[in-house]
Each structure stands twice: as C-alpha cells, then as structure tokens.
C-alpha cells in the first residue's frame, strides 16, 4: 500500500522488478490507507504526503492490521521514525526499497506484539553494519539519549469505596522525595482524578494529558515532559507532578499507548515515578469487537503492567478489607511482573475492632491471599483534613502524626530490595471482624 503522490516512482520501480513485493493499493488520502490497512489488504504501507498527520495512535491501527509502515525521508520522517517506523531513504532505489520492505515486514513477524509503540526502526543499507546492526553512531532520531537504567515504576492501586488511594499517593511521593529520591508524581485515575486539589494546584492544566498528546505525536522527550511536570515544593523538595484530567469525560486522551510512553520517559528522566491509578481493572469486555476504540479502564491497566512495585491500599473496615481481598487477584494478573505490597488504611478501632491491627492481621490470614498485610495507616481525620485544607502533606502539617510515620514506613518499604520478605500474619485465632468479613466473602 502507498500513499502521496512522492512514492508512485518508487513503487513503480518495484512493480517493474516482478519480485516478492508488490503494490497491493494506492490510497488517496490517510483514511483510505487506515482503513486499507485495518482490512488486512497489505503488509506494508508506504508514506509521503500525509505522514504528517500520522499519530502513535494511528501508527498502531496499521500494526493491528498486521501492517508495518515506511516513510520516505523528509516527509517528518524523524518524528516517525521515533514511533516506530521504517525511514526509505530519498534517493534509495526500488531494489533497495523492497530490501527495506521485506526486513521490515520480517522483523515485525518475529516481534513480540506490545500495548505501546514498535521498538524496531530499520534504516538504509548504508547505515548498518555488515551483520546488520545499527552503527553505534548512529542515532535512530533526533535528540536520542542514551539509554540509562530506568527508574522505578510506583503504582497506588485500591478498590472502589474511597480507600484513599490519592492520600497515599501524594504523601508517599513526599515522603519518597524526603528520602532523597527525584520524585515524579502522576494522576492516571480516569474516574477521580484529585492529585491537583489535594496538593491545593489550583490551575490545573490536565498534565498528563498534555504529556499523551505528544507521546502520540512522537515529541516527547526529556525536556518536554520536564515542561509539562508542575514542580510542586513539598516540605522543602520539589515533586514533578503530572495532574489528572480537568473533566471525566476527557478520559478517551489516555490510551494505552500513550500512557506506556509517558511512563516510559518518565522512568527514564526520574528516579521514582508514583502513579495514582483508578480501581477499575476490567478489560471493557463489551468494545473487544471493536478494537480501534478507546478503553476507559487502559489507563490502569497499562500503568499495573508498567509498573515496578504496586501498593494495593484498602481501607480498614468490614467492607473495604474484603473489596481489597477480592481485587488482589486482578492486580496480580494485570502486573504479573511488579511487587505487591499491601498497606491498610484508615485503622481504627471503632471499625475493627479493640485491637484494630491484629483483627485485620486474623482476618487477612484467615480470608486472604498473597502477600501478607506489612503497613497499617492509622487513621488520624483532624491531620488528615489539616493537610487538604492546606494543600499540603502530612510532613508539612503534622510531621510527627502516626499516619505520617507509617507513610514514611511504606516509602522505605518500597525502596527496599525486592527480596525482602515481608512478616508473617500471626495465627487465627478468630475476631469478630474475622467473622464479619468472613459472611461477606461468601456472598
């Protein structure tokens, strides 16, 4: 398939050739080469004209068409090559483009298939070296930075019913920044996002967003998501903070790929990234049909996927502790690689009982699964409801709290080394919060 007026000599010169690749359609304008694309009629698809409208978006309609996308040099090639595609040089002739076309088709076979963007960017002949390889010169866009370790992927996750999932977000990034982490801070909730309001941002600018927008554009680097971060200064360091989506309805902007990329750069610019995610967790059963469409729950699940460590958070109480039962097994599908660390919220005895902590330890040994409850954040609403009405964060407003002291815990806690085994839950003996939460399990 080709589209733009630029490419017809060159795919003439390829139908002259009677070789393995031939031209299969040529598309008028970039809906016809979608939906060309979308129908499975072509394995490759060349650009010229038009490219400029091409998105990451769109790049990954052509490879869920089992295409793969070449663009001739010039026509924003650089940008697209960052996305993902094969750059035929301006002067390459047919021989040497069907080579490119047939490397390319071949390698997105042998590529494992990914929720982001395509890591394989072919270049010209001349640009490899004799095995094939890029040269180490060489740079497969402009700006390239070398690639360093990345840093740490911090997703908060908790069930419906207000755990405080943003709570602990927002202080476990102030605290991680007071242990001397550079600290990046992101609100992914697609159904409440409030990152802004409970850090008292009051123009709010949907970061996140902005950062997917030009994720999908291809121009997201360093510098550009450094530009889109609020720096927000929080007990004297400074958190870079991505808010969420200024209205709900906006929340078709996070695609998945989008979102992948921006956390992608986001652990290659900082040392630990702290995502607030939403609790929603299924696959949207219901649009697997139609799979051009836009998920409400991606947002999430790509950010389980990506992420490196995953604080699931439920709150202490006869309801919020089996909800945080029941969802375990979904985050652990959904993040399969990451670390699972599970802290307890809103502790208090008038919910759980006289001793609050050992009734959830009963319960959780006794109804749960997985890893063992290792924090506990008492609840402590007059310090609590001091730091939103101030914007702040418990290190601010109430640095010798409780609930302070057990945030700065879980931030060591994740900082730790992965092998560290957390403590095991002390024998059952029977509460009634175990009784309790025990009829509701068997609903």
């Not at 242990?179 to 709010?204: I, N, Q, R, W």
Request: hydrophobic content about 50%; aromatic content about 2%; charged content about 20%.
């Amino acid at each position: 398939m080709a589209l733009g007026i630029s490419t017809w000599p060159l795919v003439d010169g390829i139908e002259r050739l009677h070789g393995p690749v031939t031209v299969v359609r040529r598309c008028l304008d970039l809906t016809e080469l979608l939906a060309a694309a979308r129908a499975g009629l072509g394995r490759a698809a060349l650009v010229a004209e038009g490219a400029e409208d091409l998105t990451a978006s769109l790049l990954e309609q052509v490879r869920l068409g089992g295409a793969v996308l070449l663009v001739l040099e010039g026509h924003d090639h650089h940008r697209l090559a960052g996305l993902g595609a094969v750059v035929v040089p301006e002067r390459a002739d047919p021989a040497d483009a069907a080579c490119l076309v047939e490397e390319a088709v071949a390698a997105a076979a042998g590529a494992p298939s990914a929720v982001g963007y395509a890591d394989v960017v072919a270049t010209a002949p001349e640009q490899r070296n004799p095995g094939g390889a890029l040269r180490p010169d060489e740079e497969t866009s402009p700006g390239a930075e070398p690639a360093g370790p990345p840093g740490r992927i911090v997703a908060v996750w908790g069930p419906t019913g207000a755990p405080g999932r943003t709570t602990v977000a927002v202080n476990l990034a102030a605290e991680l920044a007071l242990l001397g982490e550079d600290t990046a801070l992101v609100d992914a909730d697609t159904y409440g996002p409030s990152v802004a309001a409970a850090l008292g941002m009051l123009d709010e600018a949907a970061g996140l967003a902005q950062a997917c927008r030009l994720a999908d554009q291809g121009r997201l680097d360093g510098p550009a998501l450094r530009r889109t971060a609020a720096d927000v200064a929080v007990a004297g360091r400074t958190v870079r903070v991505l808010t969420g989506l200024t209205r709900q309805d906006r929340w078709p902007e996070l695609r998945s790929g989008a979102v992948a990329a921006v956390l992608e750069r986001s652990a290659q610019e900082f040392g630990t990234t702290v995502v607030d995610c939403g609790f929603a967790l299924e696959a949207d059963e219901e649009l697997t049909l139609d799979t051009m469409a836009p998920r409400r729950h991606a947002a999430a699940l790509t950010v389980l996927e990506r992420a490196d460590v995953v604080v699931a958070v439920g709150a202490a109480d006869t309801i919020g502790v089996p909800r945080l039962i029941r969802g375990l097994p979904d985050v652990a599908a959904a993040a399969p690689g990451a670390r699972l660390v599970v802290a307890v919220n809103k502790l208090r005895r008038s919910a759980a009982g006289r001793s609050p902590e050992l009734a959830i330890q009963e319960a959780w040994a006794r109804f749960g699964s997985g890893p063992a409850v290792e924090h506990f954040v008492p609840w402590n609403p007059e310090a609590f409801d001091e730091a939103l009405l101030a914007g702040a964060v418990l290190a601010e407003t109430a640095a010798g709290s409780s609930a302070r002291t057990a945030l700065r815990l879980l931030a060591g806690r994740v900082l730790a080394d992965p092998g560290d085994a957390g403590a095991d839950g002390p024998p059952v003996r029977g509460t009634r919060l175990g009784s309790r939460i025990g009829a509701w399990l068997r609903r």
